[in-house]
């Protein structure tokens, strides 16, 4: 998975407790994105980063938020976590430099929000 | 927003037939369009890429095509193979100041032995 790991890799949960997931990578890549996938609804980006503190929205973020203090690492945190969150959710990390738009995806996490 | 829409949802092909995947994108910006497989319990991963400077790239069995002017792209399997049950996701890379990908809703491939 292209020195990508994602922490943990399942996870269940109570509703209204904070859950935080990790993302490490050893590619040295500038940006990273988080997603959930949804039956039906294939890759939803929810937040992504493109660069140390800087952190943009996607089109999912409400309920999520993101922190990028070192280049390897991105946290994705749910403040109070709600059943609608169920899902699986992957990180993924891009170069974008130059002509370097691969995308690599890390193996995911499993969460289930009881 | 911008979206792809990704067609068919699910298709079932006999091992050795050709599979077709077709993509729409709406930002006329885009100029790269990744193709990933996810087989279960697994991340995705890229399979075959095309750049808008490019009409169609292959390798071995797989194909990818391109249309600018309807903004269409397709994914062409030949010679289709059990393992290449799994499903398949096109995407679009947003360039409009920002790097940020619109993915289809996803194929899923079932190829009958």
């Known amino acids: 998975d292209a020195g990508i790991t994602q922490s943990p890799r399942h996870k269940v949960t109570e509703t209204g407790t904070p859950v935080t997931l990790r993302c490490h990578q050893t590619e040295n890549h500038r940006y990273m994105y988080w997603y959930r996938q949804d039956p039906g609804h294939g890759l939803r980006l929810i937040h992504y980063?493109?660069?140390?503190?800087?952190?943009d929205k996607g089109e999912v973020s409400d309920g999520y938020s993101v922190s990028r203090s070192k280049t390897e690492d991105f946290l994705l945190t749910l403040e109070s976590a709600t059943s609608s969150q169920t899902s699986v959710y992957f990180c993924?990390?891009?170069?974008?430099?130059?002509?370097?738009?691969?995308?690599?995806f890390g193996a995911g996490t499993r969460l289930s929000v009881l | 927003g911008e979206n792809v829409e990704q067609h068919p949802s699910t298709l079932s092909v006999q091992e050795g037939d050709s599979a077709v995947i077709k993509c729409t994108y709406s930002d006329s910006a885009s100029n790269y369009f990744p193709w990933y497989k996810q087989e279960l319990g697994k991340g995705p991963q890229l399979i075959i890429d095309?750049?808008?400077?490019?009409g169609e790239k292959k390798d071995q069995r797989i194909a990818v095509t391109l249309n600018k002017t309807a903004k269409h792209f397709s994914l062409h399997i030949t010679e289709t193979q059990p393992e290449d049950s799994a499903v398949y996701f096109c995407?679009?890379?947003?360039?409009?100041?920002?790097?940020?990908?619109?993915f289809g809703t996803g194929t899923r491939l079932k190829v009958l032995a």
């Open positions: 993924a990390i891009s170069d974008q430099s130059g002509v370097r738009n691969i995308q690599y």
């Open positions: 995407a679009a890379l947003l360039t409009s100041g920002t790097y940020k990908y619109i």
């Open positions: 980063s493109y660069g140390v503190k800087d952190t």
């Open positions: 095309i750049r808008s400077n490019v």
